[in-house]
T-cell receptor
Framework: GENVEQHPSTLSVQEGDSAVIKCTYS??????FPWYKQELGKRPQLIID?????GEKKDQRIAVTLNKTAKHFSLHITETQPEDSAVYFC???????????FGKGTKLSVIP | GAGVSQSPRYKVAKRGQDVALRCDPI?????LFWYQQALGQGPEFLTY????????KSGLPSDRFFAERPEGSVSTLKIQRTQQEDSAVYLC?????????????FGPGTRLTVT
């Protein structure tokens, strides 16, 4: 089955700096890659996603890039703010499946 | 509109008890998923429904776990004879599942603690 690796497990940045979280996946047929933000005790919230036919997608301060050849995708957050502090999960969906396979998460701390 | 809701939010069960967890998906969402999230980990897939049909239950960890969605809307995840290793947050997600629509929206989860 699909395997998703996520790095780093923890990340601390100064407010205003950029943060980058990286994920790799194993199934070359995977076609959908969402990112979720989960605050302590809250539900995972979909913040951005990308399809396999697109290399990059941006939404205000967040962007996701996908390298299908390397089976690698990344989340970029610019101009970080304290409210960006949370656990971020990457996930992938295989072409022939419905469910998402998640990475283990990255705890992002933005220091004011 | 209203998001995915789950009840109860917290459940404490003694080992060996049966529990039932409820999920109310977003109205009109065809697909419904259950995930299990252990402390400090990402959600792990349990089972998937399209309308009332359970199309995939490959993630259910044992035959003590059972899920149903009899009318294609509300779903219940039942765990029989709970064990300590069942302690986790159980998340429900729903998706419109139109062609090309893959977005899954999660409920707040039920935190199950087995003592």
């Amino acid at each position: 089955g699909e395997n998703v690796e996520q790095h780093p497990s923890t990340l601390s940045v100064q407010e205003g700096d950029s943060a980058v979280i990286k994920c790799t996946y194993s199934d070359s047929a995977s076609n959908y890659f969402p990112w979720y933000k989960q605050e302590l005790g809250k539900r995972p919230q979909l913040i951005i996603d990308i399809r396999s036919n697109v290399g990059e997608k941006k939404d205000q301060r967040i962007a996701v890039t996908l390298n299908k050849t390397a089976k690698h995708f990344s989340l970029h957050i610019t101009e970080t703010q304290p409210e960006d502090s949370a656990v971020y999960f990457c996930a992938s969906k295989g072409a022939g499946s419905y469910q998402l396979t998640f990475g283990k998460g990255t705890k992002l701390s933005v220091i004011p | 509109g209203a998001g995915v809701s789950q009840s109860p939010r917290y459940k404490v069960a003694k080992r060996g008890q049966d529990v039932a967890l409820r999920c109310d998906p977003i109205s009109g969402h065809v697909s419904l998923f259950w995930y299990q999230q252990a402390l400090g980990q990402g959600p792990e897939f349990l089972t998937y429904f399209q309308n009332e049909a359970q199309l995939d239950k490959s993630g259910l960890p044992s035959d003590r776990f059972f899920a149903e969605r009899p009318e294609g809307s509300v779903s219940t995840l039942k765990i029989q004879r709970t064990q300590q290793e069942d302690s986790a947050v159980y998340l429900c997600a729903s998706s419109l599942r139109l062609a090309g629509s893959y977005e899954q929206y999660f409920g707040p989860g039920t935190r199950l603690t087995v003592t």
